[in-house]
């Protein structure tokens, strides 16, 4: 079984910086891809960032040249580097990984950008 853990949210300034951690666990070594997805009050969750197994990303257009995505594949580790964060960031950001049976979600991060 898959266990994702995000960690790292918090509240900050608009303008400021955040990194998000997602540590995974379990039976991983057969995932395709890894990302980060968000959820605001009253929306949908949507795309953030993912990477496939390969190293290729695929970013929203609302977060491009500012978040970046990273993996540790020793340590199991996604990352979400956000830089120039904006009020409307505000979400819930959730871990994602997906392997050739199923998709797993961590239980999401809380990030909050004030104005």
């Known amino acids: 079984q898959v266990q994702l853990v995000e960690s790292g949210g918090g509240l900050v300034q608009a303008g400021g910086s955040l990194r998000l951690s997602c540590a995974a666990s379990g039976s991983i070594s057969s995932n395709i891809a890894m990302g980060w997805y968000r959820q605001a009050p009253g929306k949908q969750r949507e795309l953030v960032v993912t990477?496939?197994?390969?190293?290729?990303?695929s970013c929203a257009d609302s977060v491009k040249g500012r978040f970046t995505i990273s993996r540790d594949n020793a340590k199991n580790t996604l990352y979400l580097q956000m830089n120039s964060l904006k009020p409307e960031d505000t979400a819930v950001y959730y871990c994602l990984l997906v392997t050739h049976s199923s998709n797993y979600w961590g239980q999401g991060t809380q990030v909050t950008v004030s104005s």
């Open positions: 990477i496939t197994s390969g190293g290729g990303t």
